[in-house]
């Protein structure tokens, strides 16, 4: 018999209050009675239009029927069919505008708990599973993999079985790109990361760490010098935004990338960590996406009193519900409708050598209302006459997207990109270079978790046929 | 793992170290720099590269111990490995057609002025070097300028080597002497560079500084090492890190570089205690 309740079995949380002061996981995950109560809400439903909204098409109501009958590992098994990361994608997809806003129960009530389940199936096989997968032998055609976000473990995850030798050059000193650097511990826990490059490196892919390509080696010399037979792009979308107001090079404004990446990759909010970052007490952060919240709730979590300020309403804010509601519980002021137009600093006019000189204190700002649709087909906001006002603050943290790193562009000949830095490729990733694929934010800008991990399964099988037609 | 082959101690502050790292030395160019970590738990810290070598697969590094990493790396041994060394970073420094310079470099920044000084006199540019130091105890790479330009002026705070006073001076009397530099570059102290800067825009010459920001990545993606240079804002680490000295706000750059100040004085002072313990 189906379970004809209206509402989704609600997650298990850590108390808000707590939290805001600890970097452990907010979401504790379903026990299995819950899993398997949810899982009866299904209808196995002819159509199965969930499938049709999941970007890498996880066969959802199998799983799904599989955890009804408490079969955890089966449900587990007929995910890895398409998706290469459950465990990350069950915490950071917005399924509330892919599988979950397709689901028929979501016409009346609460659609299934899809993500919430994946990740139940997804952290029950890592707990139950205490041996690695055996290694893959290699069939001796080498591919280079670029970046080991998303889109680059997924499409090595691919690659190596089907039989590739394949290595995933990393700039950075440890593996996982945004999934460590950018995502909070409190969001997507590093050891469920450290455990799927584990996974990957059991089946056999080598990771070279501290290896920026197109400075340390070009992809030409990989593909000439060293025998890559093909070479993935997976670098992502690095390159932090600014708005170009007064004052935003003070002492106190960061990147979004920069304060994540200090918090999550250096750990600085460890009062061991040797890495620092600013302890403030009333911080802005402008923006209103998953990154803006993320940053907004690992201020919260170092102490301050935490502002998102977003030029247009609650309603067009770009980020996952979920966060955005675990960001109001815990306390975070949305100053929408507002944009800064300048950033105020301290400076001492008796002593220029005074430590405070050029730290934040203030940030101006106007109110905003909604206008006409612009070409993205959102509200424009527009600015409210005579609507100045000052936000008190010691830190500003610019959450505005990023672009994509030029570095691998400007060394790479022949590689066409878009104006504004996208690699341009197909759908299946291949570039104007033989041999070249790219996938990911790389190729789109700022997007998801889930699309450049299908983006990397679809290179990987691109790769494939590539080789396979020119070793014929 | 990142095997340091020698360390040698320059000075009471500064120290000399040749790490094995074939990736990076097949790159390298005067004026680029790499990012280490001592140890796993440990901070990524910018370093310019001070010399290197190809085919022997080596880098060097000289640098002060200023803080809790120098600290660190500066109890590591010779044969100790460094757990994480990524390069050549930046874009190296423009030689080409360089047929007269002066290098103007101070303290510690010597160690970066001292391969770009090396690179032109191989060119054969006529190079003049201008070192400045606090005092005698201080002096580095004082033997090697000398081989690296047809004119070495060291100078001191307070005169126990070379002459008494300050770089902008010894390079104010070569210029007014008649000495005519198509382009000064200068490494050093902040404080320093805008000084330096100053002084040769009074006299129209083409100044470039070498800038050595707090940054994390090095590949453009923190934003940390943002500087403002003809008003714009760049990154040090993708656009630099040698820039215009004209166009740069050092005043800007002065009050970035304190940020973490206190954080760095104190974890500098525990790491000092660390070791003084387990010397105990």
């Known amino acids: ?472 | 793992m990142y095997k340091i082959l020698e360390k040698t101690p320059l000075n009471p502050t500064v120290t000399k170290m040749v790490i094995c790292a074939p990736r990076v030395a097949k790159k390298a160019q005067a004026g680029q720099f790499i990012i280490l970590r001592t140890d796993s738990e440990g901070e990524r810290i910018p370093l310019t590269i001070a010399d290197y070598d190809a085919e022997k697969g080596t880098v060097t590094i000289i640098f002060q111990i200023v803080g809790a990493t120098t600290e660190k790396l500066n109890h590591m041994c010779e044969g100790d490995c460094l757990s994480d060394f990524v390069g050549p970073l930046g874009r190296a420094t423009h030689t080409e057609g360089l047929k007269k310079v002066a290098v103007v470099g101070g303290g510690v920044g010597c160690a970066i002025a001292y391969p770009v000084a090396k690179k032109l006199h191989e060119m054969g540019a006529e190079v003049h070097v201008i070192a400045g130091f606090r005092n005698r105890e201080l002096v580095i790479l004082e033997d090697e300028f000398r081989r690296a330009s047809s004119k070495l002026v060291l100078m001191t705070d307070d005169g126990s080597a070379g002459k008494k006073g300050l770089v902008t001076e010894a390079l104010k009397e070569l210029i007014e002497s008649g000495e005519e530099y198509e382009q000064v570059i200068t490494i050093g102290p902040l404080p320093m560079m805008k000084f330096v800067a100053l002084l040769t825009k009074e006299y129209g010459i083409k100044t470039i500084a070498s800038m050595n920001p707090i940054m994390i990545d090095g590949t453009g993606m923190c934003g940390g090492c943002r500087l403002s240079v003809g008003g714009k804002t760049v990154f040090a680490c993708v656009d630099g890190p040698e820039f215009d000295a004209h166009q740069i706000d050092f005043d800007e750059a002065i009050e970035r570089s304190s940020m973490y100040a206190p954080f760095e004085r104190k974890a500098h002072e525990d790491a000092c205690n660390l070791f003084k313990k387990e010397v105990e």
């Not at chain 1, 079995?9 to 600890?22: E, L």
């Not at chain 1, 409210?384 to 006002?389: L, Q, W």
């Open chain 1, 1 to 472: 018999m189906p379970n004809m309740s209206m509402k989704k079995n609600p997650m298990p949380t850590q108390d808000p209050v707590v939290r805001s002061a600890n970097f452990d996981e907010v979401a504790l995950g379903y026990t299995p009675e819950m899993a398997i109560d949810e899982a009866k809400r299904c209808l196995n439903c002819k159509h199965k239009p969930c499938i049709s909204g999941c970007p890498v098409k996880v066969h959802i109501p199998d799983f799904i029927a599989r955890v009804a009958e408490g079969d955890f590992e089966g449900a587990y098994q007929i995910i890895a069919l398409s998706s290469s990361l459950p465990a990350v994608c069950g915490r950071v997809c917005p399924q509330e505008r892919q599988c979950e806003s397709k689901c028929v129960r979501g016409v009346k009530g609460d659609s299934v708990a899809i993500g919430r389940l994946e990740r139940f199936v997804a952290d029950y096989h890592n707990a139950n599973t205490t041996k690695w997968p055996d290694k893959i032998e290699n069939n001796g055609h080498k591919v280079a993999v670029i970046g080991s976000g998303p889109a680059g473990l997924a499409c090595a995850s691919d690659l190596v079985k089907k039989g590739y030798d394949v290595t995933i050059f990393e700039a950075l000193h440890l593996a996982g790109g945004v999934l460590v650097y950018g995502i909070p511990e409190f969001r997507l826990p590093k050891s469920i990361v450290q455990m799927e490059i584990e996974g990957l490196k059991a089946l056999g892919v080598k990771i070279e760490t501290n290896t920026v390509v197109g400075k340390t080696v070009s992809v030409d010399e990989l593909m000439d010098d060293e025998g890559f037979e093909a070479v993935f792009i997976g670098t992502g979308a690095g390159l932090p935004k600014f708005m170009n107001i007064k004052g935003e090079n003070l002492k106190g404004v960061y990147s979004a990338n920069e304060f994540l990446t200090r918090i999550n990759l250096m750990k600085a909010y460890r009062n061991d960590s040797e890495t620092p970052i600013q302890r403030a007490k009333r911080v802005a952060v402008v923006g209103g996406g998953n990154v803006a919240m993320d940053a907004a709730r690992c201020a919260r979590r170092l102490g301050a009193e935490v502002y998102i300020v977003y030029r247009r309403g609650m309603d067009e804010l770009p980020a996952r519900k979920e966060e955005i509601e675990h960001a109001e519980e815990e306390g975070i002021v949305f100053k929408t409708l507002t944009n800064p137009i300048e950033i105020l600093g301290y400076h001492n006019p008796d002593n220029k050598r005074d430590p405070l000189n050029g730290t934040v204190t203030a940030m101006k700002c106007v109110e905003m209302e909604l206008g006409e649709p612009d070409a993205s087909g959102r509200r424009k906001p527009v600015e409210k006459p005579n609507s100045e006002f000052t936000l008190d603050v010691d830190c500003v943290i610019m959450a505005l997207g990023t672009s994509p790193n030029p570095l691998i562009k400007s060394t790479t000949p022949s590689l066409e990109t878009q104006a504004w830095g996208g690699i341009v490729a197909d759908e299946r990733g291949q570039t104007s270079r033989e041999g070249v694929f790219a996938g990911g934010d790389a190729v789109t800008g700022s997007a998801t978790v889930i699309l450049a991990m299908g983006a990397g399964k679809a290179s990987a099988s691109a790769i494939d046929e590539y080789i396979k037609s020119k070793n014929q």
